[in-house]
């Protein structure tokens, strides 16, 4: 596409995302109409660079309050608008719940972080080199099983197939190592399920009932769950992908709301909303459900080849938490720690013109209210 043309269609885009619906739901009086306008444009000219169909966004800032928005549409067959309350799947944010929940059991004593992953799983390939710790921080060196063409074929005959962990670790495992565990950092979702399967035998139960008990409980979380069938409990936004084939650019969506998680279990097949991922962040920031010792060791980013991952959580410079993509939604939750700002945007298309468009949502907003204060 020429950068002419290109151009053209950016302002076309604009032209009709200023026509859908866009509603603030809560900005505090002292914020200002400059605020409200300012972070209104953020969000038109994000949704316009990227074709989102819809978008829920909050704002937090300490000492300053809230800012809730929703913008555009969250089914496109019926035209209704979005609402901070619909849930969504939240992809590999996921990964932030099987990590604390990894670190949870290592607090009471059921497993070390140090522990081999012989101890737990004997049968992988040079499980006794490979730590949970190489797990958590992705440096395994185990392959990435959604790397695999045979993983993506099996996907696209039945969506709706059920997984069994085991299975999707099996197509990684026959192809591992791709290096030796601790010396390279490479993201990889095979870990995090090999993660859910140990915290089913150190917790002595299913990783859903363990995610309930000792997250969504103790922090008030009444609507982000692992779910076990494909269903999503109303109200939700529809997800939206482009057709095989089709440019990512392209405006022609179909929906892809229902699928099985299974195949994407502890690693991102989990469901959620703004008010209950606000929660998670704050608690996911400050430690509230780890000792000290532990958080600290969650929050450290010194792993070798890169400085942007953790214990299941990312860093983008300032910026600490975690991204989601998966078929039909994209979902971005970060804080910044010395500004006391955290920003969350949920959206209901993927893929889409750009990898990492609620990032970039996110960050510009985050941005727009940052640079006001």
């Known amino acids: 596409m020429t950068d002419a043309r290109k151009h053209s269609t950016i302002e076309t885009m604009r032209k009709e995302i200023a026509e859908q619906t866009y509603t603030i739901i809560r900005v505090p009086a002292r914020w200002g109409k400059d605020i409200e306008r300012s972070l209104n444009l953020a969000v038109a000219e994000q949704l316009g660079l990227y074709r989102v169909p819809g978008i829920i966004a909050g704002l937090w800032m300490e000492g300053l309050g809230e800012w809730v928005g929703t913008a555009g549409l969250a089914d496109r067959g019926t035209g209704r608008a979005p609402n901070p309350s619909d849930k969504v799947r939240i992809g590999s944010i996921t990964k932030t719940f099987t990590a604390t929940a990894i670190l949870r059991l290592a607090d009471k004593g059921l497993l070390s972080i140090d522990d081999p992953l012989s101890r737990w799983e004997p049968w992988i390939p040079g499980s006794e080199r490979i730590l949970l710790r190489h797990l958590l921080n992705m440096t395994s060196g185990l392959v990435n099983y959604t790397d695999l063409e ?7 005959a039945d969506p709706g197939a059920r997984w069994a962990p085991k299975d999707m670790v099996e197509m990684a495992a026959a192809d591992s190592p791709r290096f030796a565990p601790g010396t390279q950092a490479e993201y ?13 035998k150190a917790g002595g139960m299913s990783v859903s009932d363990y995610f309930s008990e000792e997250i969504a409980q103790p922090l008030g979380l009444e609507n982000t769950y692992l779910p076990e069938d494909k ?7 529809r997800g939206y992908t482009t057709p095989a084939g089709d440019d990512p650019e392209s405006a022609n969506l ?3 709301s229902f699928y099985s998680p299974s195949s994407s279990w502890t690693a991102g097949g989990m469901i959620g909303t703004l008010g209950d991922l606000k929660k998670w962040m704050d608690a ?57 700002l955290t920003g969350i945007v949920l959206t209901n298309r993927y893929p889409g013109p750009s990898k990492g ?13 940052a640079l006001r204060h």
Do not use: C
Not at 308 to 332: F, K, Q, W
């Open 254 to 256: 179909v929906e892809q």
């Open 150 to 156: 045979a993983f993506w074929a099996k996907i696209k």
């Open 231 to 237: 269903k999503i409990p109303e109200p939700f936004m």
């Open 357 to 369: 468009m609620a990032d970039r949502i996110n960050v510009a907003l985050m941005k727009t209210l």
């Open 188 to 200: 990889n979702n095979t870990n995090y399920i090999l993660l859910g399967m140990i915290i089913e």
């Open 284 to 340: 996911l920031s400050s430690g509230s459900l780890l000792s000290p010792g532990m958080h600290g060791q969650q929050l450290d980013f010194s792993m070798p080849g890169t400085d942007d991952y953790g214990l299941g959580v990312m860093r983008g410079g300032t910026l600490i938490g975690h991204a989601g993509e998966v078929p039909g939604y994209n979902a971005s939750m970060y804080r910044h720690r010395s500004l006391g």
